[in-house]
């Protein structure tokens, strides 16, 4: 339980520093917004947790291929912020990131790579 408890509490200082750092300077928020901190920690956690190499090496691989169709969000959501207001702007770059998952895992499908 203390192992758990631990996990949570240096996964979300890292995403407390980010948005620390965010409202200090919206470069460098961004800039560690970017970097995949979660999937380093997530690596990090399932190789101290002895899991195999061959899931861990799955997990990095299958994280590129779902970032991948979240990219046109954060293209969006800015126009769409000045437009409709946050709210808006975060339920409409949600929906965004559904379809372009949804899409881009079609469209890969033929190359042999299953993201459904």
Do not use: C, N
Not at 11 to 37: F, H, I, W, Y
């Amino acid at each position: 339980m203390l192992w758990i408890v631990t996990k949570y509490a240096i996964t979300a200082a890292v995403v407390v520093l980010v948005s620390e750092v965010a409202k200090r300077s919206d470069r460098m928020g961004a800039l560690l917004a970017s970097l995949p901190l979660v999937t380093l920690l997530a690596l990090i956690w399932l190789h101290v947790e002895r899991q195999p190499a061959e899931k861990i090496a799955s997990h990095a691989w299958y994280t590129f291929w779902y970032v991948v169709p979240t990219l046109p969000m954060f293209l969006l959501f800015p126009a769409l912020l000045a437009r409709f207001g946050f709210w808006a702007a975060l339920g409409m770059s949600a929906l965004i990131t559904v379809v372009s998952f949804g899409a881009f895992a079609y469209a890969v499908r033929p190359f042999g790579i299953r993201l459904l």
